[in-house]
């Protein structure tokens, strides 16, 4: 049997390979999350960077199949950052403790300002119910350095 241009079965099956090769590519929120990773977003901050991520570092990879929290590491020579992220329904929370104490805390979406994070005396903090997608951290020392986090997806 030919299929030529008038077999109905062929021509769904050429619309639907039109189809995927139109939708074929990296998802729009990967792209923009790329592009973010890349801008020269350190210009007037020091970056804190990621020097651990439970997802990714170690033995444990895989071994407990995403069901644990999450746990990030961010450092620069004078500041760290440990973070814990927690699935909460559809929302995610975020606890973490920061050194030095003596600091400002906030964070940031990539579309939005700064958002002020209340840090505790002992440099613990607490965020609750945050939506899925890239965050960073930007952290102002008592010297007047402005620190920032990678970005980082929730």
Do not use: N, Y
């Amino acid at each position: 049997m030919e299929h030529g241009g008038s077999d109905p079965l062929h021509a769904a099956l050429q619309a639907l390979g039109e189809a995927l090769q139109a939708a074929d590519g990296p998802p729009p929120d990967l792209v923009r999350q790329a592009k973010l990773s890349f801008t020269w977003r350190t210009i007037d901050a020091e970056l804190a960077a990621l020097s651990f991520d439970s997802a990714v570092s170690g033995d444990l990879v895989g071994v407990r199949g995403g069901d644990g929290p999450r746990t990030l590491t961010f450092e620069t020579p004078t500041v760290v950052l440990d973070l814990e992220i927690t699935a909460a329904g559809s929302a995610f929370g975020l606890t973490g403790s920061l050194m030095p104490t003596d600091v400002t805390l906030a964070s940031q979406r990539p579309e939005g300002d700064e958002a002020p994070v209340p840090v505790d005396d002992l440099g613990r903090f607490t965020l609750a119910g945050q939506a899925a997608g890239p965050l960073r951290f930007v952290i102002h020392t008592s010297g007047g350095t402005r620190v920032v986090t990678d970005w980082f997806s929730v």
